[in-house]
């Protein structure tokens, strides 16, 4: 199944926001660094005026309904800062049992 790269970012960015949140009132707390994601994408585009590239997040291995994209590797790297702040941001929050 494949997802759309900016939903990826988007549930990714709610994740932390929630770790940021819960965080908040605790002693220890964490400094978030850089965030790298390395992804296989494939890239597709509509054949009709005006249509857009679309970046799919894709799992190893499916090739069924995307057959026709392009699929490239993709490393990415993210600096979270809060808006009109600048320094790093800082989340904590308890440990859950499958994190690393």
């Known amino acids: 199944m494949a997802v759309e ?41 509509e054949a009709k005026p005006g249509a857009k590239v679309k970046f799919w997040v894709v799992e190893l291995g499916t090739d069924a309904t995307l057959s026709s994209a ?6 990415l790297t993210l600096d979270p800062r809060r808006r009109g702040q600048t320094g790093k941001v800082e989340i904590s929050g308890a440990e859950t049992a499958d994190e690393k």
């Open 5 to 45: 790269l900016a939903d990826l970012i988007g549930q990714l960015r709610s994740e932390l926001t929630e770790a940021m949140q819960a965080g908040e009132n605790e002693d220890l707390r964490f400094e978030l660094g850089p965030v790298e994601l390395e992804l296989t994408v494939a890239v597709t585009k």
């Open 70 to 75: 392009t699929t490239q590797k993709i490393k």
